[in-house]
């Protein structure tokens, strides 16, 4: 079983930055990928970025240039800086890990981005 926490969500205005961070506990080694969903009300939960274990990173489209992942293996930690956030940015987000062939959830953060 692997445990996930999440900190760092709120409510910030448009054009500024928030940093997301998800560290796993129980069973963290063995994590091949961690990364980051959202869900904006009435929406399907999409995928926003990830990171493998080898540093391999992926992003959603309405994301490059202004989220940045990034991973602390040794603490099993998944960080998301987020700058130049905007409304449609506003969801809550959900930290995952990949470990044998399961997803692990977080519970979730409130990003609010006010205009």
């Known amino acids: 079983q692997v445990q996930l926490v999440e900190s760092g969500g709120g409510l910030v205005q448009a054009g500024g930055s928030l940093t997301l961070s998800c560290a796993a506990s129980?069973?963290?080694?063995?994590?091949?990928?961690m990364g980051w969903y959202y869900q904006a009300p009435g929406k399907q939960r999409e995928l926003v970025a990830s990171?493998?274990?080898?540093?391999?990173?992926n992003y959603a489209d309405s994301v490059k240039g202004r989220f940045t992942i990034s991973r602390d293996n040794a603490k099993n930690t998944v960080y998301l800086q987020m700058n130049n956030l905007q409304r449609e940015d506003t969801a809550v987000y959900y930290c995952?890990?990949?470990?044998?062939?399961?997803?692990?959830w977080g519970q979730g953060t409130q990003v609010t981005v006010s205009s």
């Open positions: 990171i493998t274990s080898g540093g391999t990173t």
């Open positions: 995952y890990a990949y470990k044998g062939w399961m997803n692990y």
């Open positions: 129980g069973s963290g080694a063995g994590i091949r990928a």
